[in-house]
T-cell receptor, first 115, second 109 residues
C-alpha cells in the first residue's frame, strides 16, 4: 500500500512568488492534515480536512495560505505571496476516521526555502 | 508553559543499553498519545500509540502512560545505532496533534 506522498520534495522561490504544494493521502483516508516545521521549532498544526471539508484551519498563519482538497482526494497548499518566514518543511499526514485512535501517517515533507 | 515538553537532548546511550525518553503534557483532557521517530531529513514515522494508563510493549519498545502525572515515556531496550534519531512525542488536541520539540537520541557503537 502506498504511503502519503508529497510534491515537490524541495522548492526554492523568491519572496513574493507563489508556490503550490501537493499531498496525496493514503487511499481511503478521509482525514488529511497539513503541518509545518520551521527551523529550530516543533512541528505545528496548520489545518485538517475531513474529505473535502475544512474541519479545522485554526493553525493557518494568515490569509496568504490557501488549502484545498477538491473531491476529497489529494490536497494542495498554496502560499501567495511567499515571505521569508514561510521557509520550513511542510508535512502532510492522513488518517482514517476514528477520532479516538487517530494514528496519523506522515508524508516525506516538502522543504520550502523562500529567498 | 508549552503544551508538550521534552528534553531536547542529545541523549547518548551505549549500544545495548536502555534508552529512556520522557514527555510531559499540560492538557489534562488529552486521551491519546503517540511516539514518532524522525531520522534527519525524513518524515516522522509512527512507533507507538498509547491510550490507557500503564505500559504497552511492542518489540524493543515500551510506552508508559501516567495520566495523573501527565507523563508519557518511551523505553527502547537493547538500543542499536540505527535507533539514533529524533523522537517526537505527540498529544491529541481535539482531532489534531500537538508535537513536542523532540529528543535527539544517539546510540554509540
Amino acid at each position: 500500500e502506498a504511503g502519503v506522498t508529497q510534491f515537490p520534495s524541495h522548492s526554492v522561490i523568491e519572496k513574493g512568488q507563489t508556490v503550490t504544494l501537493r499531498c496525496d493521502p493514503i487511499s481511503g483516508h478521509d482525514n488529511l492534515y497539513w503541518y509545518r516545521r520551521v527551523m529550530g521549532k516543533e512541528i505545528k498544526f496548520l489545518l485538517h480536512f475531513v474529505k473535502e471539508s475544512k474541519q479545522d484551519e485554526s493553525g493557518m498563519p494568515n490569509n496568504r495560505f490557501l488549502a484545498e482538497r477538491t473531491g476529497g482526494t489529494y490536497s494542495t497548499l498554496k502560499v501567495q505571496p511567499a515571505e521569508l518566514e514561510d521557509s520550513g518543511v511542510y508535512f502532510c499526514a492522513s488518517s482514517q476516521g476514528n477520532w479516538d485512535y487517530n494514528e496519523q501517517f506522515f508524508g516525506p515533507g516538502t522543504r520550502l526555502t523562500v529567498l | 508553559q508549552k503544551e508538550v515538553e521534552q528534553n531536547s537532548g542529545p541523549l547518548s546511550v551505549p549500544e545495548g543499553a536502555i534508552a529512556s525518553l520522557n514527555c510531559t503534557y499540560s492538557d489534562r483532557v488529552s486521551q491519546s498519545f503517540f511516539w514518532y521517530r524522525q531520522y534527519s531529513g525524513k518524515s516522522p514515522e509512527l512507533i507507538m500509540s498509547i491510550y490507557s494508563n500503564g505500559d504497552k510493549e511492542d518489540g524493543r519498545f515500551t510506552a508508559q502512560l501516567n495520566k495523573a502525572s501527565q507523563y508519557v515515556s518511551l523505553l527502547i531496550r537493547d538500543s542499536q545505532p540505527s535507533d539514533s534519531a529524533t523522537y517526537l512525542c505527540a498529544v491529541i488536541r481535539g482531532q489534531n496533534f500537538v508535537f513536542g520539540p523532540g529528543t535527539r537520541l544517539s546510540v554509540l557503537p
